[in-house]
């Protein structure tokens, strides 16, 4: 794809020879290359230069800043700016540091791979282009000082939102290892928040379903570690695409969707823990009559992993990616219920109508697509977690009432929809702290939705 806009790079290393090999990779591709041998220097250009220079690429061992150091400090002066971090592999410590400080978009070690480098820069650099294209169709709308000043303040209360929630995330890291494909996740929520849910309502049913089946320690782990990383190659995908049904698609749409199930794949067996969890993503598309692909298993010779990751994906496919569009919520609602009772249908997207319709689906697909078995151990904790949420007192509480161990009833979203922070999350000190801030910016209602627990009623 050729660039809409001028871009430049700023390449920071102390090594001159190293820098020039990063400027020949891009040299035939029109971008302006700025260097610079130090942190110092480096800020001293993007200063000069903050308003043209789109993308920064730093070593992270440099003498007197370290690029974590650097990449943290541009991030203040110019936060959307893309931040790209060369490293060694011994260099976990400050991998971690650059995510939690300078937020940084990728990082690659020591030597690097010319062609993957670049692409992932063409990349970045395409979203970066949506992003300039997005501020300049709504300063035709708003008055320009007036939008960017809201648009500042929006991403910096965002930035500070998703901070706290990685931060938790960060805490437990070295706790197990499931904790570092929790955080994965959660980056894939800042991005799609449906996928994000998408993902951990699967695996969190998935990973209950394995243990009605006696599956334990780092069985249950794995079947868990699929539910979460199943469908991650979806994440490159159009909105769009993901919400449809195969049987809408074009023959070339198709074959695109088909094709996240191996860049899943690909990204998983790269891990060597995860390779126990590659036998489980690469047959979640088999179905139990063995009219399923990729090699056409039948019944008990698909993974039992595979058997539970499919019908516990179709529940929370439905109830976390259901259409936007009427017609497809109406269509997708006769094929559950029968074109007798969805004139009856009120409200398509209810979280009790999309329970229903989730259930009904997957009793559809029994005997053909999914294990029976199966199908009825998730059915029992889908009606567990529908009665629970029907049973359960909330309250609204005003945002100067809250107290540390509150848990959100509904996700906290910013008047325009993007998701800050999950439902279900207890809240802290700093969390509250930075709730009261976001509502004293006129970011989010003044009224949350609470969980009232039995010592509260």
């Known amino acids: 794809m050729k660039p809409s806009y001028q871009h430049q790079i700023l390449i920071v290393d102390d090594e001159a020879n190293i820098a020039n090999a990063l400027k020949r990779v891009f040299r035939n591709k029109g971008y302006q290359i700025h260097t610079a041998l130090n942190g110092a220097d480096g800020l001293v250009c993007l200063e000069s ?3 043209s220079i789109s993308l920064i690429i730093s070593d992270q061992r440099m003498p007197g800043m370290s690029g974590s150091e650097f990449l943290e400090q541009a991030k203040r002066i110019r936060p959307e700016i893309i931040r790209i971090l060369l490293t060694g592999y011994s260099d976990v410590s400050a991998i971690v540091d650059a995510v939690n400080k300078g937020e940084i978009h990728r990082y690659f070690t020591k030597p690097w791979n010319d062609e993957q480098l670049l692409v992932q820069v063409e990349q970045a650099l395409e979203q970066y282009e949506l992003v300039l294209e997005n501020r300049r169709l709504n300063a035709l709308v708003q008055n320009q000082n007036k939008q960017l000043y809201e648009l500042g303040m929006k991403q910096k209360s965002i930035i500070e939102a998703k901070t706290l929630e990685l931060e938790k995330k960060n805490k437990a890291l070295n706790k197990s290892f499931i904790s570092t494909i929790n955080l ?37 782990e794995h079947i868990e570690i699929a539910g979460l990383l199943h469908d991650i190659g979806l994440l490159g995908l ?23 199930v191996t860049i899943s794949l690909f990204l998983i067996q790269n891990v060597e823990k995860l390779k126990p969890v590659t036998e489980i993503v690469l047959h979640h598309h088999e179905h139990f009559d063995g009219s399923g692909t990729p090699n056409s298993l039948k019944a008990e010779a698909i993974p039992l992993g595979s058997r539970i990751i499919a019908a516990a994906g179709e529940y929370a496919k439905i109830v976390n990616l259901w259409p936007e569009d009427k017609n497809k919520m109406i269509k997708k609602a006769k094929i559950a219920f029968g074109s007798e009772i969805i004139k009856n249908l009120e ?13 009904r689906s997957l009793m559809l697909g029994e005997n053909n697509k999914y294990d029976p078995e199966v199908i009825m151990k998730l059915i029992k904790y889908t009606g567990e977690d529908r009665r629970q949420r029907e049973n359960r007192s909330t309250q609204q509480v005003r945002v100067r009432y809250l107290e540390g161990g509150m848990k959100l009833a509904k996700d906290l979203r910013t008047m325009d929809g993007k998701l800050l922070l999950s439902k279900d ?17 006129e970011l989010i209602e003044e009224n949350l939705e609470i969980v009232v627990s039995k010592s509260k009623e």
């Open 184 to 220: 994965l996740i959660t980056f894939v929520d800042a991005i799609n928040p449906s996928l994000g849910s998408y993902a951990k309502q699967t695996a969190s049913l998935a990973k209950r379903v394995a243990k009605d089946y006696n599956v334990q320690d780092e069985a249950l």
């Open 238 to 260: 159009p909105a769009e695409l993901m919400i449809k049904d195969e049987s809408e698609m074009t023959q070339g749409e198709a074959k695109f969707f088909r094709e996240h």
């Open 49 to 51: 230069n903050k308003e």
């Open 347 to 359: 409200d398509l997207t209810s979280a009790a109508m999309l329970h229903e319709i989730g259930e």
């Open 425 to 441: 999350i207890v809240l802290d000190t700093y969390l509250i702290g930075t709730i009261r801030r976001l509502f004293r910016a």
